[in-house]
């Protein structure tokens, strides 16, 4: 079975600075996708951003960018020129590279964005 | 606008009676999942659906019951077997036929059972 840690409960950082937030996974499988979701106070889900395993180049959105460490099984996202409106609950999650298959969620880093 | 709509937005049922939280989405997608969310925890996935008139068990599917009797609709029954019902419910759907894997959700549904 996949599992997804998040080492970090909680991150604050400053308006217009950046902050990485971590994400380990374990898993067996050579085929999967791992994501960054984004749950404001509102508390609707939003993707923020996708990474293939198979591909080596890092995925990047606008802000928002994952390093991906294949081998350490790592992936990490970093939100460049914070704004207010990041503040939100980040989940890192897996999906094993299957038709339709389920995602595995990390437990959540809730990240505060300070004026 | 395509999407996903969750009704009702707050749901309060007394102790010991059935649920069904609804979940509709117009994207066309083959694939619906439920997920249940606690407080502070990450969300766990209770029921799936790869395609109309199938479905499997998730993590968490004991207490809780599904149908797919149409693409668009996947209904979750909170039962009263359920021991601890009251929680945050997220619905989700893809369409991994296309080779898009991305879940996209539905703005939730919070239930209180007492």
């Known amino acids: 079975a996949q599992t997804v840690t998040q080492s970090q409960p909680e991150m604050s950082v400053q308006e217009a600075e950046t902050v990485t937030l971590s994400c380990t996974y374990d898993t067996s499988e050579s085929n999967y996708y791992l994501f960054w979701y984004k749950q404001p106070p509102s508390r609707q889900m939003i993707l923020v951003i996708r990474q293939e395993a198979y591909k080596q180049q890092n995925a990047t959105e606008n802000r928002f960018s994952v390093n991906f460490q294949k081998a350490a099984k790592s992936f990490s996202l970093k939100i460049s020129d914070s704004q207010l409106g990041d503040t939100a609950m980040y989940f890192c999650?897996?999906?094993?590279?299957?038709?339709?298959?389920?995602?595995?969620f990390g437990e959540g880093t809730q990240l505060t964005v300070n004026p | 606008d395509g999407g996903i709509t969750q009704s009702p937005k707050y749901l309060f049922r007394k102790e010991g009676q059935n649920v069904t939280l609804s979940c509709e989405q117009n994207?066309?997608?083959?694939?619906m999942y439920w997920y249940r969310q606690d407080p502070g925890q990450g969300l766990r996935l209770i029921y799936y659906?790869?395609?109309?008139?199938?479905?499997q068990k998730g993590d968490i599917a004991e207490g809780y019951s599904v149908s797919r009797e149409k693409k668009e609709s996947f209904p979750l029954t909170v039962t009263s077997a359920q021991k601890n019902p009251t929680a945050f419910y997220l619905c989700?759907?893809?369409?991994?036929?296309?080779?898009?894997?991305?879940?996209?959700f539905g703005p939730g549904t919070r239930l209180t059972v007492t």
């Open positions: 994207l066309n997608h083959d694939a």
């Open positions: 659906s790869q395609i109309v008139n199938d479905f």
């Open positions: 999650a897996f999906m094993k590279g299957t038709s339709g298959s389920r995602l595995t």
């Open positions: 989700a759907s893809s369409n991994p036929g296309t080779g898009s894997y991305e879940q996209y």
